[in-house]
């Protein structure tokens, strides 16, 4: 099975860079995703990477060291509406499409 | 747009009072997932269809059972709730490959009394 680990909460202020963490293990990789949830409501899809390096989108940019078995997620000119749970997902190995969950970081962004 | 729909958005059903959460999805995904998420917990996958087939996770109670009439519509049944099967249940889809994403519907929040 997959041992997904992530910080329990981290907090930043409006207008910073912040690092969200992830380290994993998996007997075989099939890619790593990024998802956000606001509180109440459902997980939505932020990033897929699945070879080493570093994938930008706009404020946020997702970064893989497969070697390492970890991945991190930059978010940058933090807005407040940032504040929410990032949760780090890893499919189960042998090809398969079923994502495994983090248990997820809680960003609560300052003014 | 296309989407994954869920309804109820909230449920408040009685302790052994069985109920039913629906799932739609007119993303014409072959793969349709339920998970149940506690508080400040990682969503725990329940069951999950490819197609017809049905996957069962090993430690999902026998409280819970699924459908999937069509590809369309997804159901969870919980026969008998209790207070430990209060959570947000939520229901995804994906296309199955191991680099797709899955796609949320806004999940039904379930309450027992």
């Known amino acids: 099975g997959q041992n997904i680990d992530q910080p329990t909460e981290m907090t930043a202020t409006e207008g910073a860079i912040v690092q969200i963490n992830c380290t994993y293990q998996?007997?075989?990789?099939?890619?790593l995703f990024w998802y956000q949830q606001h509180a109440g409501e459902a997980p939505t899809f932020l990033s897929y990477?699945?070879?080493?390096g570093l994938e930008e989108k706009g404020r946020f940019s997702s970064f893989l060291s497969r070697s390492k078995g970890y991945s991190y997620l930059l978010l940058k000119e933090l807005q407040m509406k940032d504040s929410a749970s990032y949760l780090c997902?890893?499919?189960?190995?042998?090809?398969?499409?079923?994502?495994?969950f983090g248990r997820g970081t809680s960003l609560i962004v300052h003014p | 747009d296309a989407m994954v729909i869920q309804n109820p958005r909230y449920q408040v059903t009685q302790f052994g009072k069985p109920v039913t959460l629906s799932c739609s999805q007119t993303?014409?995904?072959?793969?349709m997932y339920w998970y149940q998420q506690k508080s400040s917990q990682a969503p725990k996958l329940l069951f999950h269809?490819?197609?017809?087939?049905?996957?069962n996770e090993a430690d999902t109670p026998d409280n819970f059972q699924s459908r999937r009439p069509n590809t369309s519509f997804c159901f969870l049944d919980i026969r008998s709730p209790g207070l430990g099967d209060a959570a947000m249940y939520l229901c995804?889809?994906?296309?199955?490959?191991?680099?797709?994403?899955?796609?949320f519907g806004n999940g039904t929040r379930l309450t027992v009394t």
């Open positions: 997902a890893v499919p189960a190995s042998g090809g398969s499409y079923i994502p495994t």
């Open positions: 269809y490819y197609d017809k087939d049905f996957n």
């Open positions: 990477n699945v070879l080493d």
């Open positions: 995804a889809t994906s296309i199955g490959g191991s680099n797709s994403p899955l796609h």
């Open positions: 993303l014409n995904h072959n793969v």
């Open positions: 998996t007997s075989g990789f099939n890619g």
